[in-house]
C-alpha cells in the first residue's frame, strides 16, 4: 500500500518536473539565443531527460508490480495510447536534445540562429503532455479493457 503511495507520488512529480522543464525550454526559446543562453536549455533539457526515466520507470513499475495486476492494464487500448503517445513525446524530443549539446560550445556572447523546428516540436510535445493524463484518468477507471 505505501509502496504504491510512493510511486504514484513519483510517477506524479516525475510528470510536473518533465512538463516544467518543457515549459521553460518553450519560455526561453527564441529565434536568436547565445551559446551562454543554450547550455542554460542543454541543462534544462537534461533534467527533462531525467524526469522522462522516473516518470517510465515508476509507469512500468505500477504496471508490472506495485497496485492493480498486470492483466487489468495488459489489453487496455487506452494504456498502450499513453504509453505510445508518451514514445513520440520522447522521439519528438531528441531533435531539440542533439542541437542543445551541439550548438552549446563555444563563444559565450557568439550568436546562434535558432531553427523554428526547434520550438514548434516542443510546442507539439507540450500539447501531447496535455492529453496524457487524460488517457490516464480513463484506464485507471478501467475504460478501454478488452
Ligand atoms: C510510458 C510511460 C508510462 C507508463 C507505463 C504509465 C503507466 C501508468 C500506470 C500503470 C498508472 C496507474 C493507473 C491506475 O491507477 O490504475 C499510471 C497512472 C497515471 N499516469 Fe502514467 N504512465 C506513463 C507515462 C505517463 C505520462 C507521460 C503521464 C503524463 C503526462 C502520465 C500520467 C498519469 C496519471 C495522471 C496517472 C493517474 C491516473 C489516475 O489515477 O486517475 N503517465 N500510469
Known amino acids: ?37 543554450i547550455k542554460r536549455l542543454a541543462r534544462i533539457d537534461g533534467i527533462y531527460g531525467l524526469a522522462a526515466i522516473v516518470v517510465v520507470a515508476a509507469g ?18 487506452i494504456l498502450h495510447t499513453k504509453v505510445g503517445l508518451a514514445v513520440i513525446v520522447g ?7 542533439v542541437f542543445f549539446i551541439r550548438n552549446q560550445k563555444g563563444p559565450a556572447e557568439e550568436i546562434v540562429e535558432i531553427p523554428s523546428n526547434v520550438k514548434l516540436l516542443v510546442r507539439i510535445e507540450l500539447a501531447l503532455m496535455l492529453v496524457i493524463p487524460l488517457l490516464a484518468t480513463l484506464m485507471a477507471k478501467g475504460i478501454g479493457n478488452a
Request: charged share 15%; glycine share 4%.
Open 1 to 37: 500500500m505505501i509502496t504504491e503511495v510512493l510511486v504514484r507520488y513519483t510517477h506524479f512529480i516525475a510528470i510536473f518536473v518533465w512538463v516544467g522543464a518543457l515549459t521553460a525550454e518553450h519560455l526561453l526559446l527564441k529565434p536568436q539565443l547565445s551559446r551562454l543562453e
Open 60 to 77: 512500468l513499475t505500477l504496471w508490472f508490480w506495485v497496485g492493480k495486476p498486470a492483466e487489468f492494464y495488459d489489453k487496455n487500448w
Open 91 to 97: 522521439l519528438l524530443s531528441i531533435y531539440p536534445t
